[in-house]
């Protein structure tokens, strides 16, 4: 069982920037590959940005490349996501979410563990 915790959302400017955090509880977190996602109202959940268990490999979907960045400290059970150059755009509730497999994963079905998410919302 893995317990999944996000925050750090807020509101932010246009151009601005914000960091969130998953806070993650269980017995071998340091195995599994983590990854962001984000739903905006009316529109389904879409893929964000993964990383391998040993933080060696990183992916991010088209929309993002470039302005966002995702991490993790095994060490503290943590994974982040960095955003940049923020657009409107972005404005969702993201998701943190942990796949048991350590490679990384592009899509909904195949992670295990998911949070609760975080608002982030981007003004004009």
């Known amino acids: 069982q893995v317990q999944l915790v996000e925050s750090g959302g807020g509101l932010v400017q246009a151009g601005g920037s914000l960091r969130l955090f998953c806070a993650a509880s269980?017995?071998?977190?340091?195995?599994?590959?983590m990854g962001w996602f984000r739903q905006a109202p009316g529109k389904e959940r879409e893929f964000v940005a993964t990383i391998s268990w040993s933080g060696g490999n990183t992916y991010y979907a088209d929309s993002v490349k470039g302005r966002f960045t995702i991490s993790r400290d095994n060490a503290k059970n943590a994974v982040y996501l960095q955003m940049n150059s923020l657009k409107p755009e972005d404005t969702a509730v993201y998701y943190c979410?942990?796949?048991?497999?350590?490679?990384?994963?592009?899509?909904?079905?195949?992670?295990?563990?998911w949070g609760q998410g975080t608002q982030v919302t981007v003004s004009s």
């Open positions: 979410a942990a796949r048991l497999a350590g490679g990384m994963g592009f899509s909904q079905g195949e992670y295990d563990y």
């Open positions: 269980g017995r071998t977190f340091s195995s599994y590959a």
